[in-house]
């Protein structure tokens, strides 16, 4: 990945969720979530329902702000807004090419109840939209996968449908896989299914021998932040890419945590280790290597980097275009961004105290 002592081709995040951008300070839930499954209906299910397109515009803006702001250049991004699906996936495509970011993304399908996940149901008025705007933002050129929520809030049929959309259009599918004890068996319906164009994310409940082909991605920090335990990433035979889960893109610091939690896992790792994940997330997204990034580090090393903060991109060209020097933006208004942001933030949390 590198290119000369303080240059390296610009970072990948491998999973993001770039709606949560303005989820920073949004109303807290009613009592405090407990568990897993708390924190997904009482946070990130009302939030993802509070979404309309003009706050996925803002919060994509904002989301790519940061990622260049940190030296991503490259966002693999995973998507929901149930209340407001048709179009959502340009709008993220269109609010990061504004900044010159390049971004894959997809809907994540799924049939979701607020109190039931069974395999009894039934595909979704939800799930049929969500193949839909799948189907719509890939054949008009849209780069992106497709996208499925979880198994376990899934059908069969769901999973089977987005399963041969993804075959069809000659894409993979982008999927949350054993995150938490509510997806510890149900990753199993994927298995006749999964190829190597696969985005496997997260995995903390899988066995070593799950069988599933694809890549991997790691997000040592959202695991942490969720309760759901370790993934012990090394473990598998899988390639393995490294994500934020949509806290931020700023992958140097995600580095530093994945490295930090494979110490108190296995003292004798290297940063190395987590350096080569990385690279994985550059083979996800090789169009990354058309992209430089020049830091305020005089030594892009992981030896070095596991254990120094503060650093940040200076330059930043992307396809050869200046987007940042000497560590001001060359012609975006990050300070508009964020006004406009902080704004859509607002309507947003409005929106969702009226869902509580």
Same mark, same amino acid.
């Given at each position: ?60 803006? *904002? ?147 799950? @069988? ?28 393995? +890419? ?67 903060? +503060?650093?940040?991109? *200076? ?20 300070? @508009? ?16 105290? @009226?869902?509580?």
């Amino acid at each position: 990945m590198d290119l000369n002592e303080n240059q390296t081709y610009g970072l990948v995040c491998a999973h993001h969720h770039l709606y949560s951008s303005l989820a920073r300070g949004m109303p807290p839930p009613e009592t405090i979530p407990k568990n897993f499954e708390d924190i997904l209906k009482s946070i990130w299910w009302k939030l993802d329902k509070a979404l309309d397109l003009e706050t996925i515009e803002w919060s994509a803006k *904002l989301g790519a702000l940061e990622a260049l702001e940190s030296g991503t250049t490259c966002i693999i991004d995973h998507h929901e807004s149930p209340n407001a699906i048709e179009g959502s996936l340009s709008v993220i495509q269109d609010a990061c090419h504004e900044l010159g970011v390049r971004v894959n993304t997809c809907y994540g399908v799924t049939d979701r109840k607020p109190d039931i996940f069974s395999t009894e149901m039934s595909m979704s008025n939800e799930a049929v939209l969500g193949l839909e705007e799948n189907r719509r933002f890939l054949l008009e050129g849209g780069v992106g996968m497709v996208g499925i929520h979880a198994a376990f809030t899934c059908s069969d049929e769901t999973i089977d449908s987005a399963a041969g959309l993804a075959s069809d259009l000659g894409v993979g599918v982008h999927v949350h896989v054993a995150e938490g004890d509510l997806d510890a068996s149900s990753w199993k319906r994927l298995q006749q299914y999964t190829n190597d164009d696969w985005i496997i994310v997260h995995g903390v409940h899988l066995p070593d021998d799950h @069988e599933l082909q694809g890549v991997i991605v790691h997000n040592p920090r959202s695991n942490m932040n969720n309760g759901v335990g370790y993934a012990a990433p090394t473990r598998f035979e899988n390639r393995v +890419g490294l994500g934020t889960d949509g806290i931020g893109a700023d992958m140097l610091e995600e580095f530093r945590i994945g490295y930090a939690r494979l110490r108190e896992f296995d003292v004798q790792e290297s940063p190395v280790t987590i350096w080569n994940m990385l690279n994985v997330n550059a083979e996800l997204f090789p169009e990354c290597r058309d992209d430089t990034v020049t830091w305020s580090y005089s030594k892009i090393d992981p030896w070095h980097l596991a254990f120094s903060s +503060g650093v940040r991109p *200076l330059d930043i060209e992307i396809d050869g275009k200046p987007i940042m020097k000497n560590g001001e933006f060359t012609d975006i208004d990050s300070t @508009e961004i964020r006004a406009k942001a902080k704004e859509a933030a607002e309507k947003l949390f409005k929106r969702i105290r @009226e869902l509580t």
